[in-house]
């Protein structure tokens, strides 16, 4: 069953409540299934009564490793599942338990168990694609890097996957973090949050510790990324420069994109009292499952470059 998107009578205030009200009565939902003996836990939306193998979206949540879990994204991955998309809602470890790069392991773990199950499940493993919002999409690009780039993934000890991502899906992620450390060194109080975060409870610097070469997963974009998805807010600042940084690379190496410009806030976070905010992230998100559903069947010739 196909459900369009429409904007209520009243704006929303929050418009991932907004999404997460939203029901798909068609869409299957196997929730926390266990993947690892830590006690891992992925969410499975599959579409009712698939035609063959079905392309897979995998999806890490944002909060900066702090804040928000899997159950937050229901109404994203069931929108996609609606369409089609199968989608497996990734938990992962947070702070103060958990600190880079654990969680980076984890999503790697994640995507083994989508290799190991595709034949059960019914995935197709030539169309696999994997994103997130906020740090969300950070873990996902840090993913992708650890399986093309051998020696971020021997550092790291993540375990690698015998098929290739096809697909990326950003929405105001995070892809340098050198320019995040660089910002907040200049501010003492988020200096602290940062290194809580990145570091745990180690009292070595950042800067000192045996993985900060690769912290930042924009250096280890090549020609071998997959064609990308990128949603930013101009008005942001520090994840329109973000966003900058990685289409510069796309650019150099040639790797198509679609770009999703001047959303306000992103689909996770409060929306403005505009009726045209709010449509603006049901546009983006939208324009994001086109954008996998295009990939999957094909490939992107050229940019598709939106500015509402």
């Known amino acids: 069953m196909q459900q369009k998107i429409l904007l209520p009578k009243k704006t929303v205030k929050k418009v991932d409540?907004?999404?997460?009200?939203?029901?798909?009565?068609?869409?299957?939902?196997?929730?926390?299934?266990?993947?690892?003996?830590?006690?891992?836990?992925?969410?499975?939306?599959?579409?009712?009564?698939?035609?063959?193998?079905?392309?897979?979206?995998?999806?890490?949540?944002?909060?900066?490793?702090?804040?928000?879990?899997?159950?937050?994204r229901r109404g994203f991955c069931s929108y996609l599942a609606d369409k089609g998309i199968a989608t497996v809602n990734v938990g992962y470890g947070r702070y103060p338990k958990y600190c880079f790069p654990d969680q980076i392991r984890q999503a790697c773990l994640a995507l083994k168990w989508v290799e190991e199950n595709a034949t059960q499940m019914g995935f197709d493993l030539e169309k696999v694609a994997v994103g997130g919002d906020g740090i969300g999409g950070y873990i996902a690009c840090q993913a992708i890097v650890a399986n093309i780039a051998p020696s971020y993934r021997n550092k790291l000890e993540v375990v690698g996957v015998n098929f290739r991502v096809r697909g990326a899906v950003f929405f105001r992620s995070i892809f340098d973090m050198d320019l995040?450390?660089?910002?907040?060194?200049?501010?003492?109080?988020?200096?602290?949050?940062?290194?809580?975060?990145?570091?745990?409870?180690?009292?070595?610097?950042?800067?000192?510790?045996?993985?900060?070469?690769?912290?930042?997963?924009?250096?280890?974009?090549?020609?071998?990324?997959?064609d990308t998805f990128i949603a930013y807010n101009t008005e942001d600042r520090m994840r329109s420069e973000q966003a900058s940084r990685l289409i510069n690379l796309l650019n150099r190496y040639g790797i198509p994109k679609w770009e999703f410009r001047s959303i306000y806030g992103s689909f996770v976070r409060e929306g403005r009292d505009e009726k045209k905010h709010s449509k603006e992230v049901m546009y983006c998100i939208e324009d994001s499952a086109r954008f996998l559903l295009t990939i999957f069947n094909g490939t992107i010739q050229e940019d598709k470059y939106i500015q509402i």
């Open 17 to 72: 409540s907004y999404i997460n009200s939203l029901k798909f009565p068609d869409v299957k939902v196997i929730k926390d299934v266990k993947i690892t003996d830590e006690g891992q836990k992925i969410d499975i939306y599959l579409p009712q009564n698939p035609e063959g193998k079905m392309g897979v979206f995998v999806n890490f949540h944002g909060g900066f490793f702090k804040y928000g879990n899997k159950n937050s």
């Open 180 to 226: 995040v450390i660089s910002i907040t060194n200049k501010a003492k109080t988020e200096e602290k949050s940062i290194h809580r975060l990145l570091m745990g409870k180690k009292k070595e610097s950042i800067e000192s510790s045996q993985y900060f070469e690769y912290i930042s997963p924009i250096k280890f974009v090549s020609e071998d990324f997959p």
